[in-house]
């Protein structure tokens, strides 16, 4: 069920909405291989009726699941939206659309939880990255038997005669 306030309830007192809105219906493609959303929203919110808008505040809070960019190790990252505000006109160019007397606060919802999508999520800040494979392994040799010879591009250029 979408995230609804209606607005006559909205002309006698302000309406507080508090609850868990599963992941399915926040209808988010992540586009992200690295992020994935599977956890529901933890909402609290407070929506007021302004003369020609909705004043909406609150809190949000969804962990999303997430991979290391750098190690690729499974972690959770918790995203908290703790002052979060929407602004949503009722009349206008960019007014909202009214079903039965209802808003869906759906999709300003989705839009602010996108936006605060970690860019490179890491499961910790000082996180190294993959081991380094090379460490403890004997050095290529090239064809002569000297090591390390004909694979650098050093080498190339020694050779030029200017």
């Known amino acids: 069920m979408p995230l609804l306030v209606n607005l006559r309830h909205l002309e006698?007192?302000?309406?507080?909405?508090?609850?868990?809105?599963?992941?399915?219906?926040?209808?988010?493609?992540?586009?992200?291989?690295?992020?994935?959303?599977?956890?529901?929203l933890d909402y609290e919110l407070e929506v007021q009726k302004l003369e020609e808008a909705?004043?909406?505040?609150?809190?949000?809070?969804?962990?999303?699941?997430?991979q290391c960019v750098r190690?690729?190790?499974?972690f959770r990252h918790e995203l908290n939206l703790d002052q979060w505000a929407a602004h949503i006109p009722l009349q206008g160019d960019e007014a909202v659309k009214v079903v039965n007397d209802c808003v869906d606060l759906t999709p300003f919802v989705r839009e602010d939880i996108l936006l605060e999508f970690p860019q490179h999520p890491l499961c910790?800040?000082?996180?190294?990255?993959?081991?380094?494979k090379t460490k403890g392994k004997a050095r290529q040799t090239s064809g002569n038997g000297k090591p390390g010879e004909g694979s650098s591009a050093w080498s190339v250029l020694n050779k030029l005669k200017l």
């Open 12 to 40: 006698a007192h302000n309406a507080e909405l508090e609850g868990r809105l599963p992941a399915e219906e926040l209808d988010i493609e992540t586009r992200d291989e690295a992020i994935g959303l599977s956890q529901p």
């Open 124 to 132: 910790d800040p000082d996180c190294r990255g993959l081991p380094d």
């Open 54 to 66: 909705l004043l909406v505040t609150g809190r949000l809070s969804v962990n999303l699941d997430c």
């Open 71 to 74: 190690c690729l190790k499974a």
